[in-house]
């Protein structure tokens, strides 16, 4: 609830100084709609037995879970790209970003069914994965080429910009994969990937309104549609968890995350608000690539961390599971303040 306030309020508070009611509509009508949307679709998620499979080498205490329905991301990405869309039915843009995050979400149920069908925590293969979302990022890239959609410099802070000309293409496919994974990453504790993705959404809205002329309301409107679909599943997803997005619905969010940035000169920003993400992969990077570089005889190496993702670390070094999450949505909050401070 005081996480849903601050957003909220933030958004208000835009809305009143710019006169312009663009970020509080979109806002609760997504959210409102993902609550009573979840009412009645946990249930169902439920009767047809789409529970979640833990992985054995995860915390102990997460066993508990199992059980739980998942695939919840279905009843949250399609209201915000809908609410979204909404908010400026004629651009274009607004309908490629929504199309992503659809195409993210599909690829994501896929590799949930598969897990659920083969009751183990593992579903599509990675490479297999990657390639599926590599092929959708590239035609949302080329769709943004073709409509000149996307620059080839990147705003940074102070007035500075970063010319990369052709290098936007490979950078933007970066952004993408690495977004969506990141994010699927977070999503490992109750309630984590949701709060930490609704405050970065509704960052990423309120400097597209701050930036005045260089600004983008449409795409503002739809970042905080976003926000409010996942402030709605929170209700049902806050600690214990009634239902888990899956990857059905952390990739689908990242991928919004990267289109969003992309098409709005927002690259800088998402990286600095986006911190909790970043760290989250950075954490598992660092410790599969340490691991393997001080690999003995017997097979085992040295770990940088107690467990990665970052937030199993904290977990297993006695925090409970519950203020790892408000710990990491504390993060996120001041995390967007300084990208508001820093705007390009």
Do not use: Y
Not at 17 to 24: G, R
Not at 288 to 316: C, I, N, S, Y
Request: aromatic fraction near 6%; charge should be neutral; proline fraction near 6%.
């Amino acid at each position: 609830m005081l996480l849903a306030l601050v957003l909220l309020t933030s958004c208000l508070l835009n809305d009143a100084l710019s006169q312009a009611p663009q970020l509080t509509p979109p806002l609760l009508i997504a959210a409102l709609i993902t609550t009573l949307l979840g009412l009645w679709g946990v249930p169902r998620l439920r009767a047809l037995k789409l529970g979640q499979v833990i992985r054995q080498e995860g915390p102990q205490a997460h066993h508990g879970k199992a059980g739980t329905p998942t695939m919840g991301g279905l009843l949250v990405v399609p209201v915000g790209v809908i609410v979204g869309a909404l908010v400026a039915p004629s651009d274009p843009r607004l309908v490629a970003v929504a199309a992503l995050s659809l195409a993210f979400l599909a690829i994501g149920g896929l590799d949930d069914w598969r897990s659920l069908t083969k009751r183990t925590n593992t579903g599509l293969s990675p490479r297999g994965k990657l390639m599926l979302q590599g092929l959708a990022a590239l035609t949302f890239l080329a769709v943004s080429a073709w409509q000149g959609w996307i620059g080839t410099d990147v705003a940074l802070p102070l007035g500075w910009v970063l010319p990369l000309g052709i290098l936007i293409w490979p950078l933007g496919l970066f952004v993408v994969l690495a977004e969506s994974n990141g994010t699927n990453l977070t999503d490992g504790l109750d309630g984590l990937a949701a709060g930490c993705g609704a405050v970065v959404f509704t960052g990423l809205g309120l400097q597209l309104m701050l930036r005045g002329h260089e600004g983008d309301p449409a795409l503002a409107g739809f970042s905080a549609a976003m926000a409010g679909a996942w402030l709605g599943f929170l209700v049902h997803n806050r600690h214990p968890a009634r239902v888990f997005m899956g990857d059905t619905g952390s990739l689908a969010m990242g991928a919004s995350l990267a289109a969003i940035a992309l098409l709005s000169n927002s690259l800088w920003p998402l990286l600095l608000m986006g911190g909790v993400f970043l760290a989250e992969s950075l954490s598992v990077i660092t410790q599969v690539w340490v691991f393997k570089a001080t690999k003995g005889p017997d097979g085992q190496g040295r770990r940088v961390f107690r467990m990665a993702p970052l937030h199993h670390h904290f977990e297993l070094g006695g925090a409970s599971e519950q203020q790892v999450v408000v710990g990491f949505w504390g993060a996120s909050l001041l995390l967007v303040m300084a990208g508001l401070l820093l705007l390009p």
